[in-house]
């Protein structure tokens, strides 16, 4: 088994955006109700329970900024005379260890949370590190959607309106820039990808950027058609994060292998093109959905991008959806 694949074994187990693709496969794609409900009412303290378990490996990337892995989205943070900057939350249980990963990086207080978006592998955390003294900042629809109850329906699952505690006090429509610990933090709105409340956050002069879930690196990603997600709004997501990075930027994505590149978001761009016009094709000829998936337009990707639990039919359901 190769170390790729024992790392994304290793770690199906802690990422939400995957949980419902993992149901979705077990059941071959559907519920009954009273299953969905039951399955439904599981899932969030499964996954809250592993996040209790899982470690938290930390990557030192440069300008002072590292990597948190192990608790739903990667996490990125910069210490520093301002206090700890955290780019997203991740799952609750974590709490210990994540206090443990940051407190070796520096002793400075955390008083900054941004999200990059509002599903619960990224805003789980959100309370605990308001009551550690977090300001949060998000897109107003973050704001919007963490604020009142979500159905996600390629996950079967409901969430409930976050606490007051765990909602952004700050949010923003297109751009926002801010200096912290003397870095600029360029804060910019996707629109439409795989939510409607994506960001991306740079950090300027580390020549560093959080994708957030738009990108993720070696494994198809979820798109979250429910809040405003779709195929093309991810195209054109990952284009723009190609247009904004260089050969020495370092590119973190939402979820896989953490430290990434240019030269694998192009790989994974070009994934998403090849997999969109298949579908986009077929379903011009006016084929099913069922006989769309046994094409299997994915074929040319399977082994590389098709290990993780985003399965290829999963993937090849979300595509057509916006195809
Ligand atoms: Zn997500």
Partial sequence: MSTLYQ???????????????ATFAA??????????????????????????????????LRGNVSILEGSGGNIAVLPGDDGKVFIDAGITPSRPRILEA???????????????????????????????????????????????????????FNFPSSPLAAVPTEVFSSEKTLTLNRSTLALKYYGPAHTDSDISVTFHEADIIHCGDTYWNGIYPFIDYSTGGNIQGMITATERNLAVTTDQTIVIPGHGVPVSNRAELQAYRDMLVAIRDNVAKLKEQGRSLDEIIAAKPTAAFDAKWGQ????????????????
């Fill in 308 to 323: 993780f639990v985003i399965t290829p039919a999963m993937f090849t359901r979300l595509v057509y959806e916006g195809a």
């Fill in 27 to 60: 059941t071959g794609g559907w519920l009954t109700p009273s299953q969905s409900y039951a399955e439904s009412r599981n899932l969030v303290d499964l996954i809250r329970d592993d996040a209790a378990k899982a470690t938290i490996k930390v990557h030192k």
């Fill in 7 to 21: 790392h994304i074994l290793s770690r199906r187990r802690f990422c939400l955006c995957c949980m419902g693709a």
């Fill in 102 to 156: 940051a407190n070796g990086l520096s002793r400075d207080p955390i008083t900054h949370l941004i999200n990059t978006h509002w599903h619960f592998d990224h805003t789980d955390g959100n309370q605990w590190l308001n009551e550690e003294g977090a300001a949060i900042l998000a897109h107003e629809n973050t704001h919007k959607h963490l604020l009142t109850a979500q159905r996600v329906e390629d996950w079967d």
